[in-house]
């Protein structure tokens, strides 16, 4: 069965710091990954995706994801990070092999402090 | 452009009633989805419409069953309604040509069961 585990509650970092939000995943076949963030009282929000191609995946807002076959991870990380980047993240996967459902991690809080 | 809509975007129901939630999705996205938020479940994916066909499927009771219009409006329906089932509901429409992803929530429909 698939997972995704975001080993993180809880990351504080200072404004123009980069910043790094952790995920790991496990599927039986090849990944579709997902990130996702949840601003207060403003939604859920897509990221960015990565199906296949460059390691390195460019989504909104200046965040990037860079995927790791061997590690199994799809970390999310910010050259320089903004007091409005503090939300929730949530990174999710899903099987390409199979009909699969997504998968979420149980979201990574991220406090940056000015 | 008009976002997604949901409605209701809230509703309080009594355990033992069934709900139906409606979305709306952005003019030209022909793919639907339907998530759960709950502080103890964290975000879970209910199913994905593409079409007006059910793509992928979630781990839920067949308590909970959706469909999609030919003008992709898509709604989701509880039956027989249980305490646990009170939640934040999202809907997503997403457009993907080739490589290029794109996915917009609604603000949600806040279900509450008494």
Not at chain 1, 40 to 52: A, D, S, W
Not at chain 1, 63 to 68: G, S, V
Not at chain 1, 97 to 108: A, D, E, I
């Amino acid at each position: 069965a698939q997972s995704v585990a975001q080993p993180e509650d809880q990351v504080n970092v200072a404004e123009g710091n980069p910043l790094t939000v952790k995920c790991t995943y496990s599927v039986s076949g090849n990944p579709y990954l997902f990130w996702y963030v949840q601003y207060p009282n403003r939604g859920l929000q897509f990221l960015l995706k990565y199906i296949t191609g460059d390691n390195l995946v460019k989504g909104s807002y200046g965040f990037e994801a860079e995927f790791n076959k061997s590690q199994t991870s799809f970390h999310l990380k910010k050259p320089s990070a903004l007091v409005s980047d503090s939300a929730l993240y949530f990174c999710a996967v899903r099987d390409l092999s199979g009909n699969t459902p997504l998968v979420f991690g149980k979201g990574t809080r991220l406090s940056v402090i000015a | 452009k008009a976002g997604v809509t949901q409605t209701p975007r809230y509703l309080i129901k009594t355990r033992g009633q069934q709900v139906t939630l409606s979305c709306s999705p952005i003019s030209g996205h022909r793919s639907v989805s339907w998530y759960q938020q709950t502080p103890g479940q964290g975000l879970q994916f209910l199913f994905e419409y593409f079409s007006e066909t059910q793509r992928n499927k979630g781990n839920f009771p067949g308590r909970f069953s959706g469909r999609q219009f030919s003008n992709s409006r898509s709604e989701m329906n509880v039956s027989t309604l249980e305490l646990g089932d009170s939640a934040l509901y999202l809907c997503a429409s997403s457009l993907e040509v080739g490589l290029v992803y794109e996915q917009y929530f609604g603000p949600g429909t806040r279900l509450t069961v008494t």
